[in-house]
């Protein structure tokens, strides 16, 4: 498929979302990687494009441009165009004084053309412009510093601030431009045990993904805390969908969050098992309006998806 091909395509699925009535089913164009390659797949199930990939991919984005963003290993971010050939590449390092091991399970396209990247180990972000010079450091408040466990899904705001989810601590921090913590949300286990394991029946505070949304709340995937909860900034829990919540659904390790113009929040279920979907939009009053639960094209550890039909959503 060549470039102006994969470009014409999106532009159709957002119309022919658009056109949808009421009484049609919801159906998603996705952007999503899992075993062992990167794929955008049709709101019908067909893989349109699809690139190779190694390892956990826990962060990835189709750009403005076309291109897509994401790991090509624990280390290195790649932009790849549609016709698979790489444009641009970063390899995390460790840092001055730190001689273990560095991963990276978050990165964002920048406004000004530069890249923000989570360096777990390295217990920092950093902003990368387009020749790979680093042009902002923030070091990270990390309580349990661990080189798999420091980050996850982190997103730079509107305001400037870096919304962060430590994993290891179990806490949300917002930070502002100068590294300050100026906001957290610390999760509970939520009257449950802790229990071990990545699928329905693990439990605790690991979180994975938060967005901050149009309301000034935050509302955050717990991770194997098997919830999704909305905060507000006084750190109430305003809204929650909880593991058994969903008629028929089972939530296990909750990762992506897209907030959805209309309302519907989108929840990423990794490790569920085959008998659960992968992806979920659900309404405010927690109606499932559509499910993805495709175990030919992706498998069980299916941690970050994009949709490319709706303009406007917060993810």
Not at 67 to 82: A, D, G, H
Request: overall charge negative; hydrophobic content about 40%.
């Amino acid at each position: 498929m060549n470039r102006r091909t994969f470009i014409a395509a999106a532009g159709f699925a957002v119309i022919a979302t658009s056109s949808l009535t009421a009484a049609e089913p919801v159906k998603h164009r996705i952007l999503a990687a899992d075993k062992g390659h990167i794929c955008i797949v049709s709101g019908e199930g067909c893989v349109e494009w699809e690139a190779p990939c190694a390892g956990d991919v826990h962060d990835l984005s189709l750009l403005p441009n076309g291109n897509i963003l994401f790991p090509m290993s624990s280390t290195e971010v790649v932009e790849m165009n549609p016709n698979r050939q790489v444009v641009w590449r970063y390899t995390s390092k460790a840092k001055e004084g730190y001689n273990g091991p560095v991963e990276v399970h978050a990165f964002q396209r920048l406004e000004d053309g530069g890249t923000l990247i989570a360096e777990s180990g390295n217990c920092r972000l950093i902003e990368v412009d387009g020749t790979g010079k680093i042009s902002k450091v923030i070091p990270l408040t990390v309580e349990n510093p661990h080189h798999h466990r420091d980050t996850r899904m982190v997103r730079k705001l509107k305001n400037g601030h870096y919304l962060v989810c430590h994993e290891a601590d179990g806490t949300v921090r917002e930070y502002d431009a100068d590294a300050k913590v100026v906001w957290s949300y610390k999760l509970d286990l939520a009257g449950r045990p802790r229990s071990p394991g990545h699928g329905p029946e693990g439990h605790g505070t690991e979180v994975y993904g938060a967005i901050r949304l149009a309301n000034g709340n935050t509302l955050i995937a717990a991770g194997n805390g098997n919830r999704v909860i909305e905060v507000s900034p006084a750190g109430e829990i305003v809204w929650s969908i909880d593991q058994t919540e969903l008629p028929g659904i089972t939530l296990a390790w909750v990762t992506s969050l897209h907030a959805l113009p209309n309302g519907h929040i989108v929840i990423g279920n990794c490790h569920a098992g085959p008998e659960n979907p992968q992806l979920i939009e659900v309404s405010r009053d927690k109606q499932v309006v559509w499910q993805m639960k495709n175990f030919d094209i992706f498998g069980n550890s299916l941690a970050m998806a994009q949709i490319l039909d709706v303009p406007g959503a917060i993810r």
